[in-house]
């Protein structure tokens, strides 16, 4: 099947496009793929829905607002591209996220599919992390599946590593068996310190991060987190984690502190491995991090390598996974395992939307 995945993330910049080819389990190849920024008006009607349990008038208008940007995300990607919708079979909505409390079997991703197949004309996917809470899993992450896919060819023990508005891991054994989890804050803390301090949406490059000096004794307090010592399997609210602890630091000390602090808690989740890794490849905007990269290498002790350096595209890879989870929901394939999301048997998932 040809699938259409679309991801926004946690960190609210903006909606992935990519197409995929798959059978569900195999990958047979990539198509185009685009990042379409959220306006700032559609991202601050985002923040403002997050935490809502129940549905209201800002989550209803940051609904609206999402499907729409999605609708028009997809056929900008279509018309760029020259993408027929005759030729997708099926599209991977993920939507966004906007209150993840897995242990109140609750996690909410905002976006309407059917309105998303109405106007495509082609069968959405969405919903693909509900099935999993309500049995009892954490409903994230949801990548480890499409992530063994990738790694199929290349030598294993290996790791890989997401970062996103919050960080998470793949760990795939010499027998494809996986274990996943959330490691901690990904770049979230760090965009919020840019926001709060230096009036930048993100810290470019890791140029600010790079200039400063990590606080040592913050990073060991910060070492001594509990969820760091809880066993898998886990996942985090965007907010679980925050800037704070940088608070009173110089801008470019608070940002390299907190860089530091992604990157421990990439290497604090290596003690929960069956068994270590030698090498780390990571996707994600941290991906595009330079300091963050040499942090986790330093951190880890370990190889890291970026996605893009294996010939993959960092910024698709969620999206593809959404793709690619969307045909597994079709051919009511298992998206999540007890040893991904600790769900206790693996579990489909996945809402149908027909055009
Ligand atoms: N050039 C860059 N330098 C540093 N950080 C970057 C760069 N490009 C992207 N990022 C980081 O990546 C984040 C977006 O990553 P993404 O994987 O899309 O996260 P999510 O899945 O949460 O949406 C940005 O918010 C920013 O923190
Ligand atoms: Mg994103």
């Given at each position: 099947m040809r699938a259409l995945g679309l991801m926004s993330g946690t960190s609210v910049d903006g909606i992935d496009v990519t197409v995929i080819e798959t059978d569900g389990e195999r990958i047979f190849g990539f198509g185009p793929a685009l990042t379409l920024p959220y306006s700032?008006?559609?991202?601050?009607?985002?923040?403002?829905?997050?935490?809502?349990?129940?549905?209201?008038?800002?989550t209803r208008t940051a609904e609206q607002a999402v499907t729409d940007a999605h609708i028009e995300a997809a056929r900008h990607a279509a018309a760029m591209h020259d993408i027929a919708p005759a030729s997708i079979d099926v599209v991977g909505f993920h939507g966004q996220t906007i209150t993840h409390r897995p242990e109140k079997r609750f996690t909410w991703q905002i976006g309407d599919g059917t309105a998303l197949a109405k106007a495509l004309g082609v069968k959405v996917v969405n919903d693909l992390r509900s099935a999993d809470v309500a049995s009892g899993g954490q409903g994230a992450p949801l990548v480890p599946v499409y992530h063994a896919a990738l790694v199929r060819d290349l030598?294993?023990?290996?790791?890989?590593?997401?970062?996103?508005g919050v960080a998470n891991v793949t760990w795939i054994g010499a027998d494809g068996s996986l274990l996943a989890f959330d490691t901690g804050p990904g770049n979230a803390p760090i965009d919020d310190w840019c926001a709060r301090r230096a009036g930048s949406r993100f810290d470019v490059d890791g140029a600010l991060a790079a200039a400063g000096k990590v606080d040592r004794a913050r990073l060991e307090r910060f070492s001594e987190h509990r969820y760091f010592a809880r066993k898998p399997p886990k996942s985090l609210d965007r907010g679980d984690f925050n800037e704070s602890w940088a608070d009173g630091l110089s801008v470019a000390d608070g940002a390299a502190?907190?860089?530091?602090?992604?990157?421990?808690?990439?290497?604090?989740?290596?003690?929960?491995?069956?068994?270590?890794?030698?090498?780390?490849?990571?996707?994600?905007?941290?991906?595009?991090?330079?300091?963050?990269?040499?942090?986790?290498?330093?951190?880890?002790?370990s190889d890291v390598i970026t996605a893009d350096a294996l010939g993959w595209n960092s910024d698709a890879?969620?999206?593809?996974?959404?793709?690619?989870?969307?045909?597994?929901?079709?051919?009511?394939?298992?998206?999540?395992?007890?040893?991904?999301?600790?769900?206790?048997r693996p579990q489909t998932g996945g809402r149908l939307h027909l055009p």
């Open positions: 700032d008006r559609v991202r601050s009607l985002i923040r403002a829905a997050f935490g809502a349990e129940t549905p209201n008038e800002m030598r294993r023990p290996l790791a890989v590593l997401n970062v996103g502190t907190l860089t530091r602090g992604t990157a421990r808690a990439v290497s604090l989740a290596t003690r929960h491995f069956p068994a270590p890794v030698t090498q780390w490849i990571i996707c994600g905007g941290g991906a595009r991090n330079p300091t963050l990269l040499r942090a986790v290498a330093e951190e880890t002790r890879i969620e999206a593809q996974a959404f793709g690619f989870l969307a045909v597994r929901s079709l051919r009511g394939l298992p998206l999540t395992f007890p040893t991904t999301t600790g769900v206790p």
